[in-house]
C-alpha cells in the first residue's frame, strides 16, 4: 500500500513537474493532470496485478477435507538422547535460532514464537514419491521472523538445519530456499499440525511448511535457521539433504 502511494505521490509530482514546465496553471482537478495521474495509477495497478500474478497462494482447503491419515516420511525420529530429552519435557530447554547474515540473531523458545503473530493453513503436502495428503498447519510466517532478525543485504538464501542425522550418510537433514519463497504468506514454521502440537513424526518441535514446494523442502526437526549468501558450504553444496543425497532438484517449486 505504502509502495502505491509512494509511487503515486512520485508520479503525480512528476505529473505536476512536467506541466509546470509547459507553463500550464495547474489546480488539482485540471483536466490534463488528472488524466495524467489516472493514467499512472492504472500502470502501477497492472504492475502490480503483475507482480502479484508471479506470486500466487498455493490452493487451501476446508476443515473437512483434513486427511484421516497422513503419512509419514522420511525420519520418524531425531535419533539420539539428547532428540528424546527434549521431548521429555516438551521442548522446554530448546531455542530456535535465527542466525547468519542476520543484523540480530534470535533465540526463541517454542512459548515465545506461539506468542508471535500466527497463521493457519490447511494444504496439500505432495511428496515425489507419489503421495499426498491435507493437513491444517499453525505457525509463524518465516518473513516475520526474517523481518525482526533483520537481514543483511548480501542475504539471498534460508538454510533449515534439522534434529535428524540420516542414517543413510551420516548427515544432518537440511534443506533451503531463496527469499521469494523464504517471504511467500504460506510459508511457516508450524507448531501445530490439525489442531495439535505438532507431533513428533511429523517434525516437533518445529517443520517448515513451504507450500510453493514439494515435500522433502519441507524440513521436519528444524532446529536453526541459517541465512546465507551462497549454498556451497553446506553438505555437497546442492542446497538440501536430498539433492545431496539423491540428486534431487534444488528448486523443487510446484
Ligand atoms: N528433517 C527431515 N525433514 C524431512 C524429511 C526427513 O527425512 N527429515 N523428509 C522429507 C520428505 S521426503 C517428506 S515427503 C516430508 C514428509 O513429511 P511428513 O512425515 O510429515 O509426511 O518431510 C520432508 N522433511
Ligand atoms: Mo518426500
Known sequence: MSLLWNRRSVLTAAGFGTAALLGVELVRNDQWSRAFVDTAERLTLRTQRLILARKPLAREFALNDVSAHFPVNGSRVAPGDAYQRLVDNGFQDWKLRIHGLVRNPLALSLTELRQLGARAQITMHNCDEGWNAIGQWIGVPLGLLLTMAGLAPSARYVVFHCLDKKADDGNFYYESIDLFDAYHPQTILAYDMNGRPLPVEHGAPLRLRVETQI??????????????DRLTSFGKGRGGWWEDFDNAVWYAGQ
Do not use: C, L, P, Q
Not at 215 to 228: Q, S
Open 215 to 228: 515435500g522433502y523442502k519441507n524440513a521436519k526437526f528444524v532446529d536453526r535457521v541459517e541465512v546465507v
